[in-house]
T-cell receptor
Framework: SAVISQKPSRDICQRGTSLTIQCQVDSQVTMMFWYRQQPGQSLTLIATANQGSEATYESGFVIDKFPISRPNLTFSTLTVSNMSPEDSSIYLC???????????????FGPGTRLLVL | TQLLEQSPQFLSIQEGENLTVYCNSSSVFSSLQWYRQEPGEGPVLLVTVVTGGEVKKLKRLTFQFGDARKDSSLHITAAQPGDTGLYLCAGATQGGSEKLVFGKGTKLTVNP
């Protein structure tokens, strides 16, 4: 498994501001992912954070709104820019451990960041 | 677009009852994972199933992967209040992609 921490655990922000969420893993991993989970909903993949290159964004998500950094193999940040109330959500990072378990795609999730935008 | 349909969406039962949650798709997945998420926390991996027809047991939980690797089920025997949570299935696409497709989840409440 993997130990993943996220900061902050929760925040209340004003409309128009930006928030940067940090994700730290206890060991080096190749793949890191950022998800959004809106109230009462399932998880939606925002982007894959690639070490040493730009993140790969899913349809409906753009770099200007959700810039991502991945400076090394144990750390990533997601920024939610120019926030609006519609951005209120839980933001989760996850890591993939497929390389250590033959044929098994296994993702482990951080505890999430609860964001409320007023 | 690959979709995973989970049913039921909500389930409220009494302690001691049995239940089954279903996860269905028209797409084939190389593997399928089940997670449980409690309020205020991230999803916690319960199991990964890889082989068509595979059955895995985790105490009172039994997971099955369909023969065609398009569907899966989670059966809980003698449910307990501690089983309460959001159960999510997630499929890994074929072709070496590590991206997961999530179902909408089943919110289970086990009443004492």
């Amino acid at each position: 498994s993997a130990v993943i921490s996220q900061k902050p655990s929760r925040d209340i922000c004003q409309r128009g501001t930006s928030l940067t969420i940090q994700c730290q893993v206890d060991s080096q991993v190749t793949m890191m992912f950022w998800y959004r989970q809106q109230p009462g909903q399932s998880l939606t993949l925002i982007a894959t954070a690639n070490q040493g290159s730009e993140a790969t964004y899913e349809s409906g998500f753009v770099i200007d709104k959700f810039p991502i950094s991945r400076p090394n193999l144990t750390f990533s940040t997601l920024t939610v820019s120019n926030m609006s109330p519609e951005d209120s959500s839980i933001y989760l990072c996850s890591v993939d451990r497929a390389g250590t378990m033959t044929l098994e795609e296994t993702q482990y999730f951080g505890p999430g960041t609860r964001l409320l935008v007023l | 677009t690959q979709l995973l349909e989970q049913s039921p969406q909500f389930l409220s039962i009494q302690e001691g009852e049995n239940l089954t949650v279903y996860c269905n798709s028209s797409s084939v997945f190389s593997s399928l994972q089940w997670y449980r998420q409690e309020p205020g926390e991230g999803p916690v991996l319960l199991v990964t199933v890889v082989t068509g027809g595979e059955v895995k047991k985790l105490k009172r939980l039994t997971f099955q992967f369909g023969d065609a690797r398009k569907d899966s089920s989670l059966h809980i025997t003698a449910a307990q209040p501690g089983d309460t949570g959001l159960y999510l299935c997630a499929g890994a696409t074929q072709g070496g992609s590590e991206k997961l497709v999530f179902g909408k989840g089943t919110k289970l409440t086990v009443n004492p």
